[in-house]
C-alpha cells in the first residue's frame, strides 16, 4: 500500500469548511509510523512496499555497483522540501521533516555502499533571510534531530559559520562533534549556515593571519625579516606569499576530501553557494524530484553516471 500522508507523522492543512474534513482531520492528527529502519537502510513504508525482496534487491546492486570504483564523497543540495509541502497540502515545516528522513534513508545507502564521506546542505546564510517563523522552525528542527544524524557512528561535523545559529542548536551541534569525534565508520559534515563565499573569505582571513604571525614571530626572534623580505625569498623559491594549500588548510571542508558527486534534487543545476571550491572536477547530478521524494535508484543512477565519467574525471584533475 502505497503510504498517505498521515503515516509520515505529519499534518495537512486544515479545510475548515468541511465536516468530512474534521472527521478525517481527526485521524489524521494520530501521527503514525514513519520510521527509519536502521539495519535496513529503508522507511517502514518502503519496507512495507517491496518487503524483504526490495531490500535483497538493493544488496544485489549495491554489490554490483562495488565492482567498479566507489566515490569517497558524495554531497546532497536537499532542494524542493517547501514544493513538496505544497505539492502534499501539508502544514508548514512538514516538508522539511518529511526531507530530514530521506536524509536519513540516503545517508544509510550510502554506508551501505561504502561511501565514507557524505555532505548536506541544511542551512544556507542566505536561508537567514526567510520569515522568522521558517528560520526559527528550521532551527528547532535542526536542535530536535542533530543527535539522530550522527547514530550511525560516523564522526560528524558542522561546517559553517556557527557563531550565526542559535545559541541551543550551536550547543547541539558543537556536543555532537565531540560525542563523535573518535567514530570511525565514515564522516558525516552538515553545513549549518554556511556559503561557500563565506567559506573561503574565512579561510583566505586565517591564512593571512597565519603569515602575519609567522612575520611576527621572526621579527621577534631576530632573524630580521620583514614582509617584504619574507615574501622576496618566498617568490625566489618559487612560492607566492599565501598559496593554494595555506588557504585550503584553512577551509571548513578540510575535514573530508573534495567531493565526487554533488546530488541536487528537484532538477536545479546550480550550486547556489555550496562547496564552490571543493566542486571543481566534480559530477553535477540533478534528478528532477522534489528532495523528500529522492531515493536508492536516484543514488544508483548518480554513482553510474560518476563510474561511467571516472577515468575521464580522474584525467582531468591530472592535467
Ligand atoms: C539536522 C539536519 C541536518 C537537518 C536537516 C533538515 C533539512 C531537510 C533541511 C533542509 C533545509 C532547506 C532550507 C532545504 C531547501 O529546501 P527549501 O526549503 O528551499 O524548499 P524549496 O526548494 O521547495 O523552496
Not at 213 to 221: F, G, K, P
Amino acid at each position: 500500500m502505497p503510504p498517505s500522508i498521515c503515516d509520515i507523522g505529519v499534518h495537512t492543512k486544515p479545510k475548515p469548511k468541511s465536516n468530512l474534513y474534521k472527521k478525517k482531520k481527526k485521524k489524521k492528527k494520530n501521527k503514525s509510523n514513519l520510521s527509519f529502519d536502521m539495519d535496513e537502510g529503508s522507511t517502514s513504508h518502503e519496507t512495507q512496499r517491496f518487503g524483504s525482496f526490495g531490500s535483497f534487491l538493493r544488496r544485489c546492486i549495491l554489490s554490483i555497483l562495488s565492482t567498479a570504483t566507489i566515490p569517497n564523497h558524495i554531497s546532497f543540495i536537499m532542494d524542493g522540501n517547501r514544493r513538496y509541502c505544497k505539492k502534499k497540502n501539508l502544514m508548514e515545516g512538514a516538508g522539511h521533516r518529511v526531507g530530514f528522513l530521506a536524509l536519513m534513508a540516503m545517508l544509510r545507502y550510502c554506508y551501505q555502499m561504502g561511501i565514507k564521506c557524505v555532505t548536506d546542505y541544511a542551512f544556507s546564510i542566505d536561508n537567514f533571510k526567510r520569515r522568522p517563523e521558517e528560520v526559527q522552525s528550521l532551527m528547532e528542527l535542526m536542535q530536535e534531530k542533530i543527535e539522530g544524524l550522527i547514530k550511525e557512528e560516523s564522526m560528524g561535523y558542522f561546517i559553517g559559520n556557527l557563531k550565526l545559529l542559535s545559541k541551543p542548536v550551536r550547543l547541539a551541534a558543537e556536543k555532537a562533534m565531540v560525542a563523535t569525534a573518535s567514530n570511525s565508520r565514515a564522516v558525516l559534515s552538515s553545513c549549518i549556515a554556511y556559503t561557500s563565499t563565506d567559506e573561503i573569505v574565512h579561510a583566505v582571513q586565517e591564512s593571512c593571519q597565519e603569515k602575519w604571525d609567522e612575520i611576527r614571530e621572526l621579527n621577534a626572534s631576530g632573524a630580521g625579516y620583514g614582509l617584504m623580505e619574507l615574501d622576496g625569498n618566498r617568490r625566489e623559491q618559487g612560492e607566492h606569499y599565501i598559496g593554494v594549500t595555506d588557504v585550503e588548510k584553512h577551509m571548513y571542508m578540510a575535514v573530508a576530501p573534495d567531493p565526487d558527486i554533488i546530488i541536487r534534487a528537484s532538477g536545479e543545476t546550480r550550486l547556489s553557494n555550496f562547496l564552490l571550491w571543493q566542486s571543481a572536477y566534480c559530477l553535477l547530478y540533478s534528478p528532477s524530484v522534489l528532495w523528500p521524494e529522492i531515493g536508492f535508484q536516484h543514488l544508483v543512477w548518480a554513482v553510474l553516471e560518476f563510474q561511467r565519467n571516472y577515468f575521464y574525471l580522474k584525467e582531468k584533475k591530472k592535467a
